[in-house]
């Protein structure tokens, strides 16, 4: 339950956050130095004024709340930059990260984030049901296109690739049941490297993705798509934020292997999409054959644009 997490905060703004109103927050900001900020869909308020500064001593507490007393246990999930909360909630965190250089590379890994001095609660939100519309578009001959769902940050990708795949999964989608005579739904993976899909706690989905969904949790995508291709049979594999060159690479083999796509890509607009070099590959082989692109409204409200693998608007205006 979202007032839930009323309890994560200091007992001293608990009454102030019993008395806010929760129907379309999506994130509460949290920084040392500044009153709460509560971001809705079309605004943002805060929380009292500068008399009700957070400090140290707050947000100390609200860690310890979060983590239940035990900040090292979620040493793993800190290093990258969030944790998970009961109900599928994210907490992103923001402070010192301590990092090192990983051998033969120019790259770097975080170690530790200290000195934390901000938290960014995202409040889960299922929606279910709106995809409903959008999966009779993705549908062909008994299972779907592959498909990428894009759009700006904060936009809510992730909340209607959810959706989508609980109704695959369930075999909810009408013309599914229709043409897939038994009527069970798809098998769908889902790789779930950032935990914001599923979010997963102590191997259970606190969100709904389906009867017949399996998660590979905190998973890298090249490793975990590799992984379930080999390993669990599924109709479609799902996943969030497809970007680096061998997630790319194997969508085609997914598309030889015979098993369809659902992920998520940022890019702003259909121009965008189409001038990626890897995205143009992967609809020149096959491997990508549909876009849904999500915008937000000025009243908080979404809309969807369908396309094919040219461009071509389907559906939308």
């Not at 709460?36 to 140290?56: A, K, P, T």
């Not at 809510?156 to 075999?171: P, Q, V």
């Not at 009408?174 to 739904?185: T, Y």
């Not at 876009?291 to 009243?299: A, P, Q, T």
């Amino acid at each position: 339950m979202v007032k839930g997490l009323v309890t994560v905060f200091p007992t001293s703004i608990r009454p102030r956050m019993r008395k806010i109103n929760w129907d379309g927050l999506e994130e509460i900001r949290v920084r040392i130095g500044w009153p709460v900020e509560l971001i809705y869909g079309n605004h943002n308020e805060w929380l009292g004024n500068y008399d009700s500064m957070i400090d140290r001593q707050c947000l100390d507490e609200m860690l310890n709340y979060i983590t239940g007393y035990s900040i090292y246990a979620m040493d793993e999930e800190i290093k990258q930059g969030y944790i998970t909360f009961s109900g599928g909630h994210r907490i992103g965190i923001t402070g010192h990260a301590t990092y090192e250089a990983l051998r033969d590379t120019k790259e770097h890994r975080i170690t530790n984030i200290i000195d934390i001095g901000g938290l960014n609660i995202r409040i889960a939100h299922e929606r279910k049901g709106c995809a409903e519309k959008i999966v009779p578009h993705l549908w062909k001959n008994n299972s779907i296109y592959n498909t990428l769902f894009f759009a700006a940050p904060g936009v809510g990708k992730t909340t209607y690739l959810r959706d989508t795949i609980r109704i695959l999964s369930n075999g909810e989608h009408q013309k599914a049941c229709e043409e897939n005579s038994n009527g069970k739904g798809l098998k769908i993976c889902v790789i779930d490297e950032r935990s914001e899909i599923a979010a997963c706690m102590d191997g259970q989905a606190q969100n709904d993705l389906g009867k017949r969904t399996d998660v590979l949790d905190a998973c890298p995508k090249g490793i975990g798509m590799k992984m379930v291709l080999r390993t669990m049979s599924p109709d479609i594999i799902a996943v969030d934020e497809i970007g680096k060159e061998e997630e790319f690479e194997l969508l085609e083999q997914m598309r030889c292997s015979g098993v369809k796509v659902l992920g998520t890509i940022h890019a702003g607009d259909m121009d965008e999409i189409l001038r990626n070099p890897m995205i143009r590959e992967g609809i020149k082989t096959g491997a990508i054959e549909r876009f849904v692109e999500l915008i937000r409204l000025d009243n908080g409200q979404r809309r969807f644009r369908i396309y094919d693998g040219q461009g071509i608007l389907l559906w939308g205006k």
